[in-house]
Each structure stands twice: as structure tokens, then as C-alpha cells.
């Protein structure tokens, strides 16, 4: 079994059919059809393909949103142990799988999980030739997939309307604005509901309407707390749900053999970079999503473990982001929106990371410079170059 999980609108169910059309042997399901629910309620095992001994092609079964059911893995657990018909099963949601925990049952060695993610602009450019994470820096230094016009149009495309597909094609403010709020309204009206049966919507509404003048800088609960009038523990616990349904993420400090390191404050980032007004913290978002995006590529295809954090000391100086290979750091990333040189805080953090380089991404075109600051190769670039390295 394969689990795909993903913000709302992404793309699971177009990605999910798709595979059954390539398949051409299978069925899709989902939760929210009247018919399937009566099917799965009263008996599961009736989704289970009829035997063809004459085809060689093993049927695919798609379930989305499955995880609105209750039960569900019991059930899932129950046709994957006891049916011997090869067929594979595709689950697909938009909340993150692995927090309907409820319950003893355990699908453990049984599926694989993958989480999709919207638009980037290497997968825009269709310039996602895949590049080993060994020859990243190599292939980057020796600008092996330099910027185009076409490329610098889609980074502004994803600047003004975000990853999400029906915006980000529509190219229209108008669509994007009506888009945003039906977004947010279903997230927290429809999948926050089945996910907590929380009874304060109207308040986490309020919430995620906070939040986007909050990214890309030290994140406080407490200062949400007072905002809303609300206890701490409970921003907490409302701010978890909004990450398990791909609203938001937070990025936390690395501070591993790092002197005067701070060790919990978090920066807060969005799934959709489009809602924020500030122009730096929305061009530092939308590079956010893009490492993010790369990280977990890299980790759900089995690359290695990679994580995304971020470089910050006591003295509150900072380095936007890290991604971190197997626990140990790989490689340090700053976003600046129109700088063409490198941030004073190279010297402060590069010494004990032991990287090999760092690079500054610009919105700025045309930029690609290597510069030695205080013994440390920064490598200055274009994002709508850099971008096209990733996934």
C-alpha cells in the first residue's frame, strides 16, 4: 500500500486517477461519495477487484479521504492480511495519515508514505531531470540548468499567486482571492471538523487569519494567546491541528554544536506563501516551500533523512534555513529579496557547520557570484536559477 498525503488542492485526486488511467485496470473511491460510504460501511472487502486470471495488469484500488471513516485501518489492515488477490492499494487525504492514531490497530510494514506537495518551479519549467543530492552543489556551481525567460515567469507566477494549481494557472487576483477564502473555509469548516470535532471553528478562523503577518519570524504562542484571548496550551493545540492539515509549518532551530544557539523558538511559514502581504517574508516562504518540498522528496524516496531547520543565536543573529542529511548539516541556505551581497551572519554560524558552501538566493535576476567571506564559499544566485535544481 502507498499513502499519499498533501494540502488540500494540491493535486492527490488528479495524480490518483491519473495513475489508474496508466494502471488501466482498478477502481477510485472516495469517502464523500454517498454510495461508497453505504459500500464500505457494510462491508469493506467489497471494493476487492473479481479475480481476471486472463490479465496480467494487478487492478489498483484508490480510497480517498478513507481516513474520514472511522475504524478505517482496522478495516484497511483486515483486507490487506486476509484477501489473497494481488492488487495494490493507493490511499490518498488531506490531513497528514499518521495522526488518526486512535485505536490499537497498526498498519506497520504495510504501506509506504509519501506527501505531495503543490506546484514548484522546477516542476513548472519541467526541469525536474532528477540530480542525485551528491552532485547538487556540482551541478549548481557549474550551472548546469541556468534561468530562462520562461523560468523567471514562472517564479513571478509563483510569487503573486502562490503553488496551488487553480490560482497559480488562472492567473488571476480575482480567482486567487476568492480561492484563498473557499481554502481556508473548507480546511477549517469541513477538515478541521472531521479531524477534532473541535467546537471553536469560528476562533481558529480567527487564528489563521493572524497568521500570515506572523511568518518568516520567531513564532509566539504567547503573544497569539493574548491576542485572542485564549489560553496557551490551547494555541497550541489549535496551531498543531492547522500543520496536521497542511495550513502551516514551523521550522524549529538547529543548535547542535552550535555556541549560543536558541534551542525552541520556532518560525512559522504557510503552505500557501500568496496570503502574505510582506514582500520579504512571502519571497523567504516561497523558498521555504521549496526546500521543504526537496526534503521530503529526498526522505520519502529513501535518499537518507533530510530535514529543513533554521540558524539563529542568542546574539539574534540568523540564517534563514538548513538542511540537515542524516542529522549532520549539508547545507545552509539565506533568502534575501533584492541583496546582491552576502549576509554579515556567514562568518558567525559557517565555521562550526562544516559545509563546504552556502548559498544566498535573490529574487534579483542575473546574480551568480562565488565570494569568499570570512573563509566561507557563499555562492550567490537567482532563485529563478536555483529553483530549477530542485524538485
Given at each position: 500500500m502507498a499513502f499519499v498525503s498533501g494540502p488540500r488542492q494540491a493535486g492527490k485526486t488528479t495524480m490518483a486517477k491519473q495513475l489508474l488511467k496508466q494502471r488501466g485496470a482498478g477502481h477510485y473511491y472516495n469517502w464523500d461519495e454517498l454510495k461508497f460510504r453505504r459500500i464500505w460501511t457494510k462491508d469493506p472487502s467489497q471494493i476487492i477487484p473479481i479475480s481476471n486470471s486472463s490479465s496480467s495488469v494487478k487492478p489498483l484500488i484508490i480510497l480517498d479521504e478513507i481516513h474520514k471513516a472511522k475504524l478505517w485501518k482496522r478495516s484497511l489492515k483486515?483486507?490487506?492480511?486476509?484477501?489473497?488477490?494481488?492488487?495494490?492499494?493507493?490511499?490518498?487525504?488531506?490531513?497528514?495519515?499518521?495522526?488518526?492514531?486512535?485505536?490499537?490497530?497498526?498498519?506497520?510494514?504495510?504501506?509506504?508514505?509519501?506527501?505531495?506537495?503543490?506546484?514548484s518551479l522546477s516542476e513548472m519549467s519541467r526541469n525536474n531531470q532528477w540530480i542525485p543530492e551528491e552532485n547538487l552543489l556540482t551541478a549548481i556551481l557549474t550551472r548546469t540548468k541556468p534561468a530562462t525567460t520562461q523560468s523567471r515567469e514562472y517564479?513571478?507566477?509563483?510569487?503573486?499567486?502562490?503553488?496551488?494549481?487553480?490560482?497559480?494557472?488562472?492567473?488571476?487576483?480575482?480567482?486567487?482571492?476568492?480561492?484563498?477564502?473557499?481554502?481556508?473555509?473548507?480546511?477549517?469548516?469541513?477538515?478541521?471538523?472531521?479531524?477534532?470535532?473541535?467546537?471553536?471553528?469560528?476562533?481558529?478562523?480567527?487564528?489563521?487569519?493572524?497568521?500570515?503577518?506572523?511568518?518568516?519570524?520567531?513564532?509566539?504562542?504567547?503573544?497569539?494567546?493574548?491576542?485572542?484571548?485564549?489560553?496557551?496550551?490551547?494555541?497550541?493545540?489549535?496551531?498543531?491541528?492547522?500543520?496536521?492539515?497542511?495550513?502551516?509549518?514551523?521550522?524549529?532551530?538547529?543548535?547542535?554544536?552550535?555556541?549560543?544557539?536558541?534551542?525552541?523558538?520556532?518560525?512559522?511559514?504557510?503552505?500557501?506563501?500568496?496570503?502574505?502581504?510582506?514582500?520579504?517574508?512571502?519571497?523567504?516562504?516561497?523558498?521555504?516551500?521549496?526546500?521543504?518540498?526537496?526534503?521530503?522528496?529526498?526522505s520519502d524516496a529513501g535518499y537518507g533523512a533530510f530535514e529543513l531547520y533554521y540558524l539563529k543565536n542568542k546574539d539574534k543573529k540568523e540564517i534563514d534555513f538548513l538542511i540537515v542529511k542524516d542529522k549532520k548539516p549539508w547545507l545552509p541556505i539565506e533568502a534575501k529579496l533584492n541583496h546582491d551581497a552576502p549576509s554579515e551572519n556567514w562568518g558567525t554560524f559557517a565555521a562550526y557547520l562544516a559545509c563546504p558552501y552556502s548559498i544566498q538566493v535573490t529574487k534579483k535576476s542575473g546574480i551568480f557570484k562565488l565570494i569568499q567571506k570570512n573563509a566561507v564559499q557563499v555562492l550567490l544566485i537567482s532563485a529563478d536559477e536555483f529553483l530549477n535544481y530542485l524538485i
Amino acid at each position: 500500500m502507498a499513502f499519499v498525503s498533501g494540502p488540500r488542492q494540491a493535486g492527490k485526486t488528479t495524480m490518483a486517477k491519473q495513475l489508474l488511467k496508466q494502471r488501466g485496470a482498478g477502481h477510485y473511491y472516495n469517502w464523500d461519495e454517498l454510495k461508497f460510504r453505504r459500500i464500505w460501511t457494510k462491508d469493506p472487502s467489497q471494493i476487492i477487484p473479481i479475480s481476471n486470471s486472463s490479465s496480467s495488469v494487478k487492478p489498483l484500488i484508490i480510497l480517498d479521504e478513507i481516513h474520514k471513516a472511522k475504524l478505517w485501518k482496522r478495516s484497511l489492515k483486515g483486507i490487506y492480511d486476509t484477501h489473497e488477490i494481488p492488487f495494490d492499494i493507493l490511499v490518498t487525504g488531506s490531513a497528514r495519515l499518521n495522526v488518526y492514531r486512535k485505536g490499537s490497530d497498526s498498519l506497520m510494514g504495510r504501506y509506504y508514505h509519501f506527501r505531495l506537495h503543490p506546484f514548484s518551479l522546477s516542476e513548472m519549467s519541467r526541469n525536474n531531470q532528477w540530480i542525485p543530492e551528491e552532485n547538487l552543489l556540482t551541478a549548481i556551481l557549474t550551472r548546469t540548468k541556468p534561468a530562462t525567460t520562461q523560468s523567471r515567469e514562472y517564479l513571478h507566477q509563483l510569487y503573486e499567486f502562490g503553488p496551488f494549481p487553480e490560482p497559480l494557472f488562472a492567473g488571476s487576483k480575482r480567482i486567487l482571492n476568492l480561492w484563498q477564502k473557499n481554502r481556508v473555509e473548507k480546511i477549517i469548516r469541513e477538515d478541521l471538523r472531521d479531524l477534532s470535532r473541535l467546537p471553536e471553528l469560528s476562533q481558529i478562523e480567527m487564528l489563521a487569519a493572524l497568521l500570515p503577518e506572523r511568518t518568516a519570524q520567531p513564532f509566539s504562542t504567547r503573544s497569539l494567546s493574548e491576542d485572542l484571548e485564549v489560553s496557551y496550551t490551547t494555541i497550541r493545540r489549535w496551531m498543531n491541528y492547522l500543520k496536521e492539515l497542511y495550513y502551516c509549518f514551523e521550522l524549529k532551530p538547529y543548535s547542535k554544536s552550535l555556541p549560543r544557539s536558541i534551542k525552541k523558538e520556532g518560525k512559522l511559514y504557510l503552505w500557501d506563501w500568496s496570503e502574505i502581504e510582506n514582500e520579504g517574508a512571502r519571497f523567504e516562504n516561497l523558498i521555504s516551500g521549496h526546500l521543504l518540498k526537496y526534503c521530503h522528496y529526498l526522505s520519502d524516496a529513501g535518499y537518507g533523512a533530510f530535514e529543513l531547520y533554521y540558524l539563529k543565536n542568542k546574539d539574534k543573529k540568523e540564517i534563514d534555513f538548513l538542511i540537515v542529511k542524516d542529522k549532520k548539516p549539508w547545507l545552509p541556505i539565506e533568502a534575501k529579496l533584492n541583496h546582491d551581497a552576502p549576509s554579515e551572519n556567514w562568518g558567525t554560524f559557517a565555521a562550526y557547520l562544516a559545509c563546504p558552501y552556502s548559498i544566498q538566493v535573490t529574487k534579483k535576476s542575473g546574480i551568480f557570484k562565488l565570494i569568499q567571506k570570512n573563509a566561507v564559499q557563499v555562492l550567490l544566485i537567482s532563485a529563478d536559477e536555483f529553483l530549477n535544481y530542485l524538485i
